[in-house]
């Protein structure tokens, strides 16, 4: 059974620092996605990692996936205040488009 | 495009009672499913299909109920609410058959479900 481990579970962040969220899975997996959720609000997407040493970046956000570590990591650059929202991993079985998730971690940019 | 739409947006049951929270796409996607969120966690997968005629359950069916007649359309039964069925309810769609475009999955804008 694939399960998905994020985090922290809560970050509270300085405007301008950076910082990482962890996002560890149990088996093989050919894709991992990043989403974004603000409050009452449906998931953005954010990324799609597909293969080993994957690296994809827009804006303040970076994701890089190791697929033999079981771990992807998004990087947030010079937080700012809009970045404020809760963000998720969601990892795709072998079998196809299923999705396991993580449990997200919030984030909060405090100025 | 329309892309992913669900209805009702919010929805109050009472214990016992049964609705169908409704899912439609218009991207011609065969692959369609349904997950539900509760506060402060992820996403769990209810149902899901890959295709007219195709079901599968998920993680967490029971007390659900699905069926897919037609590719645009994936409604959810719930038939007989329960307060622990309290939830937001979120639908998406993706490509399925070919490798390179099954990447990127469309979440509806979910159904806010309460039951007393």
């Known amino acids: 059974e694939l399960k998905v481990e994020q985090n922290p579970l809560f970050l509270s962040m300085q405007e301008g620092k950076n910082y990482t969220i962890y996002c560890n899975y149990s088996?093989?997996?050919?894709?991992l996605y990043w989403y974004r959720q603000d409050p009452g609000k449906s998931l953005e997407s954010l990324f799609v990692?597909?293969?080993?040493?994957a690296v994809k970046q827009e804006g303040r956000l970076m994701a890089s996936l190791d697929t033999k570590a079981r771990l992807s990591t998004l990087h947030i650059t010079a937080a700012v205040h809009d970045l404020s929202a809760t963000y998720f991993c969601a990892v795709a079985g072998t079998a196809g488009n299923k999705l396991t998730f993580g449990g997200g971690t919030r984030v909060l940019v405090k100025p | 495009n329309a892309g992913v739409t669900q209805t009702p947006k919010f929805q109050v049951l009472k214990t016992g009672q049964s609705m169908t929270l409704q899912c439609a796409q218009d991207m011609n996607h065969e692959y369609m499913s349904w997950y539900r969120q509760d506060p402060g966690m992820g996403l769990r997968l209810i149902h899901y299909?890959?295709?007219?005629?195709?079901?599968d359950q998920g993680e967490v069916p029971n007390g659900y109920n699905v069926s897919r007649s037609t590719t645009e359309d994936f409604p959810l039964r719930l038939l007989s609410a329960a307060p622990s069925q309290t939830s937001v309810y979120f639908c998406?769609?993706?490509?399925?058959?070919?490798?390179?475009?099954?990447?990127?999955?469309?979440f509806g804008p979910g159904t806010r479900l309460t039951v007393t």
């Open positions: 998406a769609s993706s490509y399925w058959r070919y490798p390179g475009k099954r990447h990127e999955q469309y």
């Open positions: 990692l597909l293969s080993n040493g």
């Open positions: 088996t093989t997996s050919d894709r």
């Open positions: 299909s890959v295709g007219a005629g195709i079901t």
